[in-house]
C-alpha cells in the first residue's frame, strides 16, 4: 500500500503542482511481488487543466526505512503520466 500526501499552491491557474511525502507499507501477493521493507520518500505531481482535457504526471521516490534487508528493498521510483477527456454530457 502506498500513501502519498501533496501539498501545492493555489495559484488559480490551468497549471497545478504539489509535491509531498509518500510512505509504503508492506503488502506481498506471494513472495514473487512486492517487498517486505517500509518505504519512505517524496512525491510530486504536476498537471495541466484546459477543458475538456487533464494531462499530467504523478512521480515519487521511496527508499527503505525499516524491515529485513534480505527480504527485498523499497527502494522504487515511479512514474504515471495521465490524460483524461470530459464530455459535455459527463
Do not use: E
Not at 475538456?52 to 534487508?69: A, E, I, M
Amino acid at each position: 500500500m502506498v500513501v502519498q500526501t501533496f501539498l501545492s499552491p493555489n495559484n488559480n491557474s490551468k497549471f497545478i503542482w504539489g509535491v509531498g511525502p509518500v510512505i509504503s507499507t508492506p503488502a506481498l501477493s506471494g513472495n514473487d511481488f512486492g517487498t517486505r521493507q517500509t518505504g519512505a520518500g517524496v512525491s510530486a505531481v504536476g498537471l495541466y487543466m484546459s477543458a475538456p482535457w487533464t494531462v499530467g504526471l504523478l512521480t515519487y521516490q521511496t527508499w527503505d526505512v525499516g524491515g529485513s534487508d534480505i527480504a527485498g528493498t523499497a527502494n522504487n521510483t515511479y512514474w504515471q503520466p495521465f490524460i483524461s477527456y470530459v464530455t459535455r454530457d459527463a
